[in-house]
């Protein structure tokens, strides 16, 4: 085609020419939606019809040169560039003349620096370079002469370009330079300078590329010398020039990156000759700029600048490699924000920087940073080892020979002392490690620091604050450093040489000890492989192997610290594993049975681990056990005592871990145990004592409880030792032992002197219990009392005191008969007693201290089970002593403000033991003499507590008073039955008000002792304690319903309490105690408590007290009054007992006064309506009265409104309402249920009537009630009249509501309630506007789950379809419409009744009425085929009827006529639908596009249901119906209303088979699914294929209806139609094109691209980008 330099749009003849000029002209549109959309049109328009769309968009640039947008223009270049791309080859050369030409012209017009225009324009040319680079160079060239500075544009594209087509640019890259190297020294201003640049690095880079890849360019003989010195002259210019005079940061970094790519290009000798000058220049850039995208630039750039100095042997390099390793490692030593994409990207090009130095000059590299490493400040150390770990992951070859050097050099960092120095040198060794560097000499050395990270703690080291972003925490590298020897014993195979056994050195050495669970996790890892694997170095030779410790100090090391599994960071299983795996190595004899073992102490550490607090004595005792077992396997003299010795060498470990020290201690003790030689054993207990710090309790423990195991086998030489060490003066020269211990303890004598008698005073309790039984009675009398009873005098001192109680109490264990097997008067008993009661007098009684008092109760319990028995004096003073120091106690969390929330609750935590520790002791107490008279003589020391108006007291003396007779009750001696149990009365009497204790606990611990008291009376009189009692035996569920706060609850069971007190308590001086106890309680300092035996003391009258009787009025109206005055629901109920009775006698005077109180009732009223509703002839006779009130009376009047006096307002009349409240609270009783059954359909259709009746209706003005005349309460300081009721909004439509819900509650069974409750129809009926949908849930349940009842509600409601009032009427049409739906219950002779009821009120006066008896017409079609064709010609007359309801202007009455006959349809006979089938389906017509979705989803689903009529006579007419509607129900079918969409789904499927095209009926069946989503685009685009075939003759019409559709005032129709036509019109065969008006069509899509609606243009564009064959 030959050039033509006038721009015409090359037209198809089409519409799609309007198409494209429509597209083009609205690609500015406001909405970003609707430009991607035009964008994506043009772009699918201009891949099939190139020329069209490109020359369209060139003539319209062209013709709107001066008056289009910015944006407009960018719009259209950008699609221009996607065609030019995608069809490249596709374009003839006129057109790509055309488009390089306006491309330039449009980058080149405005002579500013508009970058999105020109950025678009730019673009579009790089794309047609692809092919025309010869047609782009010459326009360009065109605005490239010489001596002229271009456009700024013209140059960044000839850049671009060089690069998106390197192999057809390279050879015009000389010729370019040739132009612009003399425009250098003319571009002054910074942004050509920044151009020129960019376009000569992309240049250098082309040139890169053509010359790496010559197998694949055109010419392969190009060679980057034949630039070198066009480059070389662009590097002066550039460096010697702009450079030095460039004040912008962006222009420097643009000639940076240009420097960067022009280093590869010049020659080499001249880049020798530069490098003196370039590196330090490029490298003083880095203080110029701040920015990290900057010096990410500047890296980058120098980074090839090395790359391609390293390629040439220079000296000159050579001597600068010093000032760059200097300045660049300056550079890594700075913080990285790692957030920063630029700074962490920066940071990788300067280590690859050193990684090209070290290519050439690894000797200088490596030393280098290796001298780094010994400077001061730790940022230099850190940025060293940054590098040196890049260089050993990446150097290869170059780094191999220096392993050894690297690994000398880094020595010295193992005495590091900065924690962020350590962290990467911890990094540092892990690369090491996977490069094999661990294997050569200094490898272990790199072991051992990482071992010794594991040891930090959080406070050993001194740290910066943690402001530094870069603070590392002692913790985070403790934890890191374990993570990396797990990494290393696990992944590194190579490491394993260097690891086994030198893992073992870090064993025993002190240093060590907070890392002995990560060192013993990867023993156990590495031991236990070699062990499988059976590897022939896993036995380790101890003489070999001279720097490991030997097996027995391992088996001493490794039994202490699994002694303490918590600590370490809970150690524990990492230890057994070592053990478990180390085993073969420290002895063969204790494989066996720690093989067997130690699994299972495994499991048993994991579920003490779990428990909330870790059993230490537990899990101490089963590590001595396994001791003790290894020694007895093993049964070696001389190697016990090594382990002995080894054992007492470790003790020096421990200085600073005095738990791992007790246990050392007791391990101690066991091993000496089974050894048999003195000297041993005294060298073991002086080096014991000497060991010990005696301000610490756990070491003392633990030499007491290793002395203690000692002395099973050497019981007198330890006591010897202890009677030595008590004896110690400290002016006096003693025995070596007594010497040592004067001189360990050389501070203050006295002090020191008191902390060993602590220690001695323990030892002998341990020593005592340990002891041989045989000798243990002679010692203590002889020897122990003797040394022990001199320090009772000592008081001041709180631990030896502690330690004394505990000696008392282990040496009267020791002395216990069941210990010795044999019976031993402790004669010096008493005087034990009198120290431990002086200790609790002497404790303080304002809070708990400490656990003397524990100790105390458990020293007493131990010597109270001694012989002979304790005398009245003592155990009295033990008793009131004992028990009154803790009940006396205040609450645990004391009020000052100066305890934490943690000290309370330990607090709490020390109380709730030392009650425990009482209760261990009354229990002693009460086995000492197992009578009633004891118990009797124990419980007076508690019972003054029980009242008490401290409520920790009240609960602490219940507490303990429900033990002791609990366990009195557990353990009764039957041969005391003789005796009178003279207590029951008093206690059960005193415990009683405490059933209602404000504590909850309190009540739980009262009701159960209780029942404990009965049971114990029950065993007295001759009952077995084995024989059921149901009342006394139920009284535990009575604690379950005391715990709850609602007062009725509590009411109930305190009455139930009652009952049982009043049935099972016996007569006689019990009972007389009992009643002076309640009455007693009724002055109680507890409201609740009082209460409570009000309760009791009413149920104990009623039941043997029933001659008590009032008068109705004056009782009533005393009651009444005095209810306002009771605090407390429990006393309210007490007294409102007394209505049950009156009811009996004067029900109709009580029934009239009850209603005259004022609504709402208050508590009291509707207690008394309840009370008479559990009397079934009373409720009988109640509601009988009430409905024929109700029958009788107006449920509301009519009132002018008190805020606008020209309208009125409903007013509910007071006594029907009244009755309805009284109704709702006696029906909430269950006893009521009788008497429902018997008035069902009467109360149901009141109830429902009132429901209806009270909507929109407001509560009357309440008056106060009449004052009655009543007595007056001469003791009452309060006048006796009532309190006016408390205000309270009572809507009466919500009350009728709640009264029905009450009612079916009552009446019905489950079933019904569930069914009411899902389907919220009590939400429903308190809604105005929702009321009438749950009349007909409720109709439908009754029909479904009580359809006995129907007929009779029927009748009664039948008579109100003719009231007065409008919502009677209502709500019967409402009822009975669904009754016929759920047909009547089963008995369809009722329809009858319901049909014709309903036809009468067709022409009713209300609206709603006409609306629910045509609905309940319709459903007719629900009962049956028999039924419809009974009342066909009325029922199909009625809906008609409907349908033309003049006064529905909302279409409600249409909407339900149209339902109802789709339900008809299904049922009916063809003859009946067949002469007014097409009338029908005209009427509903109109109702497709009404603006009501619901009016719209009952027509679509009517016309759905006629297609049942729609084969025989009437096939023909009502397919050209289907046909005609079709297109509105596929628009539809996209509809924003869910239920349409279901409707036009429903309709789909019913028509489909009718329309007689396989193809589209079967994609009706196929997609057309309610629960599926339908991709609407998708499913129309497939379905207008199969139009096109089978209703060729139809798409006329139906584009016609789409096109009307286009005018819908919903925007998602006008969206649907959009591409509905877009889709058809595509799928149309070009044969069938005729048959449309193609300009109707292009002038209506064209105006929907100026829709309001973005969703609808944005459909338009696509729609037009389908009709491209038009």
Not at 111 to 129: D, I
Not at 152 to 159: D, I, M, R
Not at 1510 to 1531: D, H, K, R, V, Y
Request: hydrophobic share 40%.
């Amino acid at each position: 085609m030959p050039m033509d330099d006038e721009i015409k749009v090359l037209k198809t003849g089409g519409k799609v020419d309007s198409f494209v000029e429509g597209l083009i002209k609205n690609a500015d549109d406001k909405n970003e939606l609707v430009q991607q959309a035009i964008s994506e049109s043009l772009h699918s328009l201009g891949n099939k019809h190139v020329e069209l769309v490109l020359s369209s968009c060139l003539h319209f640039l062209v013709v709107n040169m001066r008056d289009l947008s910015t944006d407009h223009r960018v719009a259209i270049l950008q699609v221009m560039e996607k065609i030019v791309l995608d069809n490249i080859d596709l374009i003839d050369d006129n057109i790509a003349h055309h488009v390089v030409k306006q491309a330039v012209s449009e980058m080149t017009s405005c002579k500013e620096v508009v970058p999105v225009w020109q950025t678009a324009a730019s673009n579009l040319l790089v794309a047609a370079g692809h092919k025309f680079t010869n047609k782009v160079m010459a326009e360009l060239t065109q605005h490239f002469q010489p001596g002229v500075l271009p456009h700024f544009f013209v140059v960044q594209t000839l850049g671009k370009l060089a690069v998106a087509s390197a192999f057809n640019m390279v050879p015009f890259i000389n010729v370019a330079l040739g132009t612009m190297l003399p425009m250098l020294g003319m571009a002054k201003q910074e942004n050509l300078r920044w151009v020129f640049s960019y376009t000569l690095a992309k240049f250098a880079e082309s040139i890169v590329y053509y010359v790496e890849n010559l197998d694949q360019a055109p010419d392969p003989n190009v060679k980057v010398e034949v630039f070198s010195d066009a480059f070389y002259s662009v590097y002066e210019m550039l460096y010697n020039v702009w450079l030095p005079q460039a004040k912008d940061s962006k222009l420097r970094v643009g000639i940076i990156r240009a420097l960067g790519n022009v280093s590869h290009v010049i020659s080499k000798a001249k880049l020798t000759e530069q490098l003196p000058k370039l590196i330090p220049g490029i490298l003083s850039l880095y203080k110029k700029h701040s920015s990290s995208l900057d010096h990410l630039a500047i890296t980058e750039s120098f980074c090839m600048i090395l790359d391609s100095a390293t390629q040439i042997d220079s000296l000159n390099l050579e001597t600068l490699w010093e000032p760059i390793t200097n300045q660049l490692h300056s550079f890594i030593c700075q913080p990285v924000d790692f957030s920063n994409n630029d700074q962490v990207k920066n940071q990788n090009e300067l280590l690859r920087c050193f990684a090209m130095l070290n290519r050439t000059y690894s000797d200088k590299v490596v030393a280098n940073l290796l001298h780094k490493l010994e400077q001061k400040e730790e940022r230099i150390r850190i940025g060293a080892l940054f590098i040196l770990r890049h260089l050993i992951n990446t150097g290869g070859h170059h780094m191999d020979i220096k392993k050894a050097l690297i690994i000398s050099g880094l020595k010295l960092l193992t005495q590091e002392p900065s924690l962020k120095v350590r962290k990467v040198f911890v990094q540092t060794i892990i690369a090491m490690a996977h490069h094999g560097y661990l294997e050569l000499e200094g490898g272990e050395m790199m072991i051992e620091f990482i071992v010794r990270q594991c040891t930090l703690q959080d406070a050993s080291v001194p740290t910066k604050k943690p402001a530094d972003p870069d603070y590392t925490s002692p913790q985070a590298l403790r934890s890191m450093c374990e993570s990396v020897l797990h990494l290393v014993v696990t992944t590194v195979e190579i490491m394993e040489k260097v690891l086994w056994p030198f893992l073992l050195e870090f064993i025993i050495p002190n240093t060590y000890t907070e890392a002995f669970g990560v060192v013993c996790k990867n023993l156990s890892s590495l031991a236990g492989r070699k062990r499988e694997r059976n590897d022939a170095d896993y036995l380790i030779d101890y003489e070999d192997e001279a720097n490991l410790p030997n097996a027995r100090q391992l088996i001493a090391r490794f039994f202490v610290m699994s002694g303490i599994p918590e600590n370490g960071g809970q150690r524990g299983c990492h230890v057994l594993n070592a053990m478990a795996s180390l085993a073969p190595n420290l002895h063969e004899d204790i494989v066996g049975v720690w093989s067997e073992v130690i699994p299972k102490m495994q499991v048993k550490l994991e579920e003490y681990e779990s428990q909330d607090e870790f059993p230490q004595k537990n899990w101490n005792d089963l590590i001595l056990h396994l001791l003790s077992k290894s020694l007895d396997c093993v049964d070696d003299e001389d190697w016990t005592i090594e382990l002995g010795k080894a054992f007492v060498e470790q003790l020096q470990l421990y200085k600073e871990y005095p738990e791992e020290k007790g246990f050392c201690l007791k391990c101690l003790g066991v091993v000496m145990k089974k050894a048999t030689k003195k000297e041993f054993i005294q060298s073991c207990m002086q080096a014991m004592f000497a060991a010990v710090d005696h301000r610490k309790e756990i070491e003392q423990q633990g030499l007491a409880a290793g002395l203690g195991f000692a002395s099973a086998a050497h019981f007198d030489s330890v006591l010897t030792k202890l009677e030595q060490a008590i004896k110690l003066d400290g002016g006096k020269k003693t025995s070596s032992l007594i010497s040592f211990i004067k001189e360990k303890v050389n501070t203050s004598e006295n002090a020191d002197n008191l902390l060993l008698k602590q220690t001695v005073m323990m030892s002998y309790g341990y020593v005592t219990l340990y002891a041989p039984v045989s000798l243990v009675t002679s010692r203590v009398d002889a020897v122990i009392v003797r040394n022990i009873t001199p320090h009772f005098s000592n008081q001041k001192d709180p631990i030896l005191k502690k330690y004394l109680i505990n000696t008392i109490e282990l040496i009267a264990k020791s002395l216990d008969p069941l210990h010795l097997h044999r019976k031993h008067p402790f004669s010096d008993r008493t005087q034990f007693l009198d120290y431990l009661m002086t200790c609790v007098k002497n404790e303080s009684t304002e809070k708990l201290t400490g656990k003397i008092r524990i100790c105390v109760f458990s020293a007493c319990a131990a010597l109270v089970k001694l012989e002979p028995l304790l005398s009245e004096a003592d155990s009295h003073n033990v008793l009131h002593t004992c028990i009154t120091s803790v009940l006396s106690l205040p609450e645990s969390t004391a009020k000052g403000k100066s305890e934490t929330y943690e000290q309370q609750v330990m607090q709490q935590q020390l109380l709730n033991s030392t009650v425990q520790s009482l209760n261990s002791l009354l229990e002693e107490f009460l086995l000492t003499n197992f009578s009633p008279t004891n118990l009797q003589t124990i419980v007076k020391h508690i019972l003054p507590w029980v009242s008490s108006e401290k409520d920790n007291e009240r609960e602490k003396a219940v507490s303990v008073l429900h033990f002791l007779v609990k366990y009195y009750l557990d353990h009764m001696d039957m041969s005391n039955k003789s005796e009178d149990m003279v207590v029951l009365g008093e206690v059960v009497g005193k415990l009683i008000p405490r059933c209602t204790d404000p504590t909850i606990s309190v009540r739980n611990e009262a009701i159960m002792a209780i029942q404990a008291m009965l049971r114990i009376h029950l065993v007295y009189t001759d009952i077995p304690v084995d024989t059921a009692d149901k009342m006394v035996d139920a009284l535990p569920i009575l604690k379950e319903r005391l715990q709850k706060s609602d007062a009725s609850v509590l009411f109930n069971a305190v009455n139930d309490l009652a009952k049982v007190i009043a049935k099972k308590f016996p007569t006689g001086a019990q009972l007389t105690s009992l009643v002076d106890a309640l009455i007693e309680g009724l002055a109680d300092s507890q409201a609740l408590c009082s209460n409570g035996a009000c309760v009791v003391l009413n149920g104990v009258v009623k039941l043997r007290g029933a001659e008590f009787s009032h008068q109705v009025d004056d009782l009533l109206a005393k009651l009444h009054a005095r209810l306002y005055y009771i605090k407390y629901e429990q006393t309210r109920t007490g007294a409102l007992r007394c209505v049950k009775f009156l009811s009996d006698h004067h029900l109709d005077t009580l029934m009239q006064c009850l209603l005259s109180y004022s609504l709402p009732y208050d508590e009291s009223v509707v207690e008394f309506w309840k009370i008479l509703a559990k009397n079934p002839s009373s409720a009988d006779r109640v509601i009988e009265t009430f409905l024929e009130m109700l029958k009788q009376s107006m449920p509301y009047e009519e009132k002018t409104s008190s805020a606008d006096k020209k309208t009125s307002e409903k007013v509910a009349t007071l006594q029907p309402l009244s009755i309805v409240m009284a109704l709702k609270y006696m029906l909430e009783v269950p006893e009521v249920k009788e008497t429902v059954g018997k008035y069902y359909h009467h109360l149901f259709g009141a109830l429902v009537l009132k429901v209806g009746s009270y909507h929109e209706v407001r509560l009357p003005t309440l008056a106060e009630p009449p004052t009655r005349k009543i007595s007056t309460d001469k003791k009452s300081k309060t006048p006796s009249k009532p309190k006016p009721g408390k205000a309270v909004n009572i809507v009466p439509s919500v009350l009728c509501v709640e009264t029905l819900k009450t009612f079916f509650e009552i009446a019905d069974n489950e079933n019904i309630c569930r069914v009411l409750e899902e389907q919220k129809v009590w939400i429903k009926l308190q809604s105005t506007s929702d009321y009438v949908c749950g009349i007909e849930s409720l109709a439908s349940c009754l029909a479904m789950h009580n359809p006995s009842q129907i007929t009779n509600i029927i009748s009664s409601l039948r008579s109100f379809l003719s009231t007065l009032y409008d919502t009677d009427r209502i709500v019967v049409a409402a009822l009975f419409g669904q009754l016929i739906k759920d047909k009547c219950g089963g008995d369809l002779t009722l329809v009858d009744t319901l049909v014709g009821s309903l036809m009468g009120r067709l022409v009713d006066s209300c609206l709603e009425v006409r609306r629910l008896c045509v609905r309940g017409l319709g459903n007719i079609g629900d009962t049956g085929t028999e039924m419809v064709q009974k009342y066909s010609t009325t029922i199909l007359s009625a809906m008609m009827s409907g349908m033309d309801d003049r006064d529905d202007i909302d279409n409600l009455v249409t909407t339900e006529a149209m339902s109802g006959l789709s339900k008809i349809l299904l049922s009916i006979n063809e003859s009946h639908i067949r002469p007014i089938l097409i009338n029908i389906a005209l009427k509903i017509r109109p109702c497709f596009e009404k603006s009501e979705s619901s009016v719209r989803a009952a027509a679509f689903k009517l016309f759905g249901n006629l297609a049942k009529f729609g084969n025989g006579p009437s096939a023909m007419p009502f397919l050209e119906q289907i046909i005609s509607n079709l297109t509105s129900i596929l628009l539809h079918l996209n509809d924003h209303e869910t239920g349409v969409v279901l409707a036009c789904k429903h309709t789909l499927r019913l028509v489909g088979p009718l329309l007689n095209s396989e193809g589209t009926n079967g994609m009706f069946q196929k997609y057309m699914i309610d629960s599926a989503q339908l991709h609407y685009g998708e499913f129309i685009n497939d379905l207008c294929k199969s139009l096109v075939i089978d209703f060729k003759e139809h798409i006329p019409n139906f584009i016609t209806s789409i096109i009307t559709a286009f005018k819908s005032p919903w925007p998602e129709i006008r969206s649907n139609a959009a591409i509905f036509l877009g889709f058809l019109m595509n799928a149309l065969p070009d044969s069938a094109h005729s048959l449309v008006n193609h300009g109707h069509i292009s002038s209506a899509l064209l105006a929907l691209l100026g829709d309001p609606d973005f969703k609808v243009r944005s459909k338009a564009a696509e729609a037009m980008s389908l009709l491209s064959n038009y």
